[in-house]
């Protein structure tokens, strides 16, 4: 499988701020994915970063608060923006495997906001 | 749609005892089925998984069938370690979701010596 490391691993940072997660592999992948862990919860996916194209966000995500580039097949970041104490959380980002089917997981990124 | 639920927990074994922990799916078509694992502070890691109905995913002794009689996926392992701590994840991915992954809420396992 697929070597993935987030850069940071962790941050703690003011409302009303960006921060930029950065995302990358070993391997040139097709498919990678962001998503959220509330402080708790189970993972919730922001969006599918698509190289070369806008990324595919799910219901109730937006690109003014989430912006993801995807500017090769080996590296993609997600901006969390104007950040709100709601928005603590760790972000994941993850490939999809030679299977098709399988995702390989990042370390997390673990933002407080506060 | 798609939708994955498994047992709340928190489940707190002994070392050495038995442990389960039950996931149905709700799913289109044939769905791959998927047990991640969270240890404290880390990403999530693949665990196992099954691609078609009655295979059996196994790995570090932990196994689980894909049952489409029952839609379930149970994960068990015959005896626990305190290494064993963690928060898993049940999850299914098909190609009607474009195979994206849908998770299940999690069930921590905490494991006493």
């Known amino acids: 499988s697929a070597v993935i490391s987030q850069k940071p691993s962790r941050d703690i940072c003011q409302r009303g701020t960006s921060l930029t997660i950065q995302c990358q592999v070993d391997s040139q992948v097709t498919m990678m994915f962001w998503y959220r862990q509330q402080p708790g919860q189970s993972l919730t996916l922001i969006a599918t970063?698509?190289?070369?194209?806008?990324?595919?966000?799910e219901s109730g995500f937006v690109i003014d608060k989430f912006p993801i580039s995807r500017p090769n097949l080996t590296f993609s970041t997600l901006t969390v923006s104007n950040m709100s104490p709601e928005d603590s959380s760790i972000y994941l980002c993850?490939?999809?495997?030679?299977?098709?089917?399988?995702?390989?997981f990042g370390p997390g990124t673990r933002l407080t906001v506060t | 749609g798609n939708s994955v639920t498994q047992m709340e927990g928190p489940v707190t074994l002994s070392e050495e005892a038995f442990l389960t922990i039950n996931c149905t799916y709700t799913a289109t078509g044939y769905p791959s089925l998927f047990w991640y694992v969270q240890y404290p502070g880390e990403g999530l890691q693949l665990l196992l998984k099954?691609?078609?109905?009655?295979d059996k995913g196994s790995n570090k002794g932990f196994e689980a069938t894909y049952r489409k009689e029952t839609t379930s996926f149970h994960l068990e392992k015959g005896s626990v370690q305190v290494s064993d701590s963690a928060v898993y994840f049940c999850a299914l991915s098909g190609k009607a979701a474009g195979n994206k992954l849908t998770f299940g809420g999690g069930t921590r396992v905490l494991v006493k010596p």
């Open positions: 993850s490939v999809g495997g030679e299977g098709g089917h399988e995702q390989y």
């Open positions: 099954a691609t078609k109905a009655d």
């Open positions: 970063a698509n190289q070369g194209s806008e990324a595919t966000y």
